[in-house]
């Protein structure tokens, strides 16, 4: 129904009024006096409007105001934390088990007649305003933090409150989740772990000095089972000589002998020393071992090139080579009628020092035949000793493969007699990782 201001309109859910020259709407319904909210007709006589619904006939002014424009008050009346009863604060400290929120709250809007909804939000949970006709909100299992709940009341005209009520929680973690229950616990256990880091350190520490000390007195012993030995056969030569009253060969032998024994002594207290001092130590040596036998022997002893020019640089073990030299001279040529030949070789292949030993002599098998052998086929102490040396040596080194040793070949002539022996000594250095040849 059009009149010259306004428009009526009637709805099963009561009359609709439009402003023609303001083009506002104005929504009357039970609330605002209708008997019912389903109007069947509409007339306007002079300034009234009659309107019939479905349960009778109501009339009011042409310019009656019906809207609501007042905000509703908004209470939050009533809390439950776990499920009991708790007085309403504008804070609220939980505990960590105190996670189950239970929240009432009621709008008050005397025109409304109830006809009122809300709008509500916990800031951490809900993301957007949740619209509800309920008067409450559950929140059964909130995470350790803080919160804030805010609720609006929208009158039957969809006004929203003026001042949502509101409600702070703080959830506070249990006393083992607390940053100064972490900080404490990580310094016990800091204290705990360098405890007994540091303890297995020094027990490993302690170890490695007590292993350092055992293998120093093992090379110290193998050092000690060879210097008799070779002192021994040289006093034998010296007094072979006064003996046969060849006086300037007893002197010269003598000379070279204390020079030796000066170098035995010397080289005897260190760990390692220079490829350089053993072969001066190797050649003093085999001079006197020429002239012990009387020049019977004719000796050979090279060093490639690529070795000469860092033999100072180059470290090995002392007093290793000159026992298993000594074996070719004692088992080798002693008793051997014709003259003999010896050659010694130091070379280099990757990271081991390769020291050969090769005689002409009459072969171990002969000499374990006269009793130069403590047991048939089977190594002298010098070889022994030399090999129980590399062992200790090589325990010390780095990512070393078991590949140092001594090798010893017997060496045959066509017709299978047995012409001499072969002893291959491998070395490994760790000097040539840091010489550029």
């Known amino acids: 129904l059009g009149t010259e201001q306004h428009l009526w309109i009637g709805t099963d859910n009561g009359l609709n009024k439009l402003d023609l020259k303001t083009k506002e709407w104005e929504w009357i319904n039970m609330t605002d006096g209708l008997p019912a ?4 007709d509409i007339a306007v006589v002079d300034d009234q409007v009659w309107v019939g619904t479905t349960k009778g006939l109501v009339n009011f002014s042409v310019n009656a105001n019906h809207f609501n424009r007042k905000p509703p008050a908004i209470l939050i009346s009533g809390l439950k934390i776990e499920d009991k009863d708790t007085t309403v604060m504008s804070s609220i400290d939980l505990n960590y088990d105190q996670n189950s929120i239970h929240l009432d709250f009621i709008g008050i809007g005397f025109k409304a007649k109830g006809d009122i909804s809300y709008q509500y939000k916990m800031s951490g949970v809900d993301k957007n305003w949740v619209t509800t006709k309920s008067r409450f909100a559950r929140y059964p299992n909130l995470a350790l933090g803080d919160y804030l709940f805010e609720v609006l009341a929208i009158n039957e005209d969809q006004v929203l409150s003026a001042i949502p009520a509101m409600v702070n929680f703080s959830i506070h973690p249990p006393w083992w989740k607390t940053w100064w229950f972490r900080l404490l616990a990580v310094l016990v256990i800091g204290g705990i772990v360098s405890y007994f880091v540091n303890a297995r350190m020094q027990r490993q520490r302690t170890e490695q000095e007590f292993l350092d000390q055992v293998n120093t007195l093992k090379t110290q012993a193998l050092r000690s089972q060879m210097n008799p030995h070779f002192i021994f056969n040289a006093l034998n030569a010296i007094q072979k000589f006064l003996t046969t009253n060849d006086r300037e060969q007893a002197m010269r032998y003598l000379s070279r002998f204390g020079k030796l024994i000066r170098l035995i002594f010397e080289q005897s207290q260190k760990e390692k020393i220079s490829l350089e001092d ?3 130590f190797l050649n003093l ?3 006197l071992e020429k002239l012990r036998f009387m020049e019977k022997v004719s000796i050979l002893l090279s060093v490639d090139p690529e070795l000469l020019d860092i033999s100072d640089e180059i470290n090995i073990p002392p007093l290793l080579i000159q026992p298993i030299i000594e074996n070719s001279f004692k088992h080798g040529f002693l008793y051997k009628e014709e003259a003999g030949h010896l050659k010694i070789n130091f070379s280099k292949n990757e990271a081991y020092l390769i020291c050969t030993i090769e ?8 000499a374990a035949e006269l009793g130069q052998s403590e047991l048939k086929d089977r190594p002298s102490s010098g070889l022994k000793i ?18 140092s040793g001594v090798k010893i070949t017997d060496l045959y002539q066509e017709n299978g007699e047995v012409c001499g022996t072969l002893v291959e000594v491998k070395i490994y250095c760790k000097d040539f990782e840091n010489i550029e040849l």
């Open 37 to 40: 909210n389903e109007v069947n």
């Open 278 to 280: 053993e072969l001066e």
């Open 285 to 287: 040596y085999l001079d």
């Open 359 to 366: 005689d002409d002599g009459i072969g171990r098998k002969k």
């Open 386 to 403: 030399a090999q129980g040396r590399l062992h200790i040596y090589e325990s010390d080194q780095v990512d070393v493969a078991d590949e």
